[in-house]
């Protein structure tokens, strides 16, 4: 079975983030960027389906900072190919992204037909999941999204998997092959791979580039970000203190002082 991954970076959002000089962006260049969690999570459920069908993994990430490291520890767990896109400004759209890597999936060789193709359900700069279901949009492929758990038949081709809704209830679903998932967490927590092999990978493995496309639209997003603002320091917190009915009747005084009430 192949298996393709598309990975994307993100900023760490622990480290503290900046705003680049046109004031309308993050900085990216500034930022640490780490792998996004739901793709990590799609890239061990590909390598889970390499072990027990095989074929192969074949990785693809849009290039951003910190990038190739990524792409090498995808090696150093298994996967069999990594593929760069080069030349698009960042940050990106997620339709945008989308638009690219279909393009280029569509143009570089040997990249398609994939029996699978994997991509995490959702990212800190893309809550609302939309990477999964625009991919399958512009390759025509069913999708389905919020993926805990993949079986496989690729004589019979179709997948069975497992989507997990609120709530805790899950559904079991039959998808025909080839097609498009989001995956939410993977069967097993991702492998560790000790940081010597990593760098062993460096040395003997190989981060193939393709060129990005030139977008139809121009790169012009739908919608355009005129300011970002670091958030301004405000006063401190009021604690209520007194019996229960105390500080309610402080509150009511507050909210009736403040026109709420």
Known sequence: ??????????????????????????????????????????????????????????VVALDAPDVDEALYTALAKGADRVVKIEGLDQPLTTSLAAAAVCEVLRTQPDLLPADLILTGAQAIDDLDGLMAPLVAHHLRLPYLGVITGVAADEAAKFATVVKEYSGGVRGEFEVPLPAVLGVQSAERPPRY??????????????????????????????????????????????????????????????????GVL
């Open 193 to 258: 791979v000790p940081v010597a092999k990593i760098r062993a990978v460096m040395k003997t493995g190989r981060i193939e580039t393709a060129a990005a496309p030139v977008m139809a639209d121009g790169g012009l997003a739908l919608t355009e970000v005129l300011a970002l603002n670091k958030p301004e320091e405000a006063g401190g917190a009021e604690i209520l203190s007194g019996a229960p009915e105390e500080a309610a009747g402080k509150l009511c005084g507050v909210l009736a002082e403040r």
């Open 1 to 58: 079975m192949n298996v393709l991954v598309i990975l994307k970076m993100v900023p760490d959002v622990v480290e503290e983030l900046e705003v680049a000089e046109n004031g309308a962006a993050l900085d990216v260049e500034a930022a640490r960027m780490m792998l996004s969690e739901s793709d990590d999570h799609a890239l061990e459920e590909a390598l889970l389906l390499k072990e027990r069908l095989g074929g192969k993994v074949t």
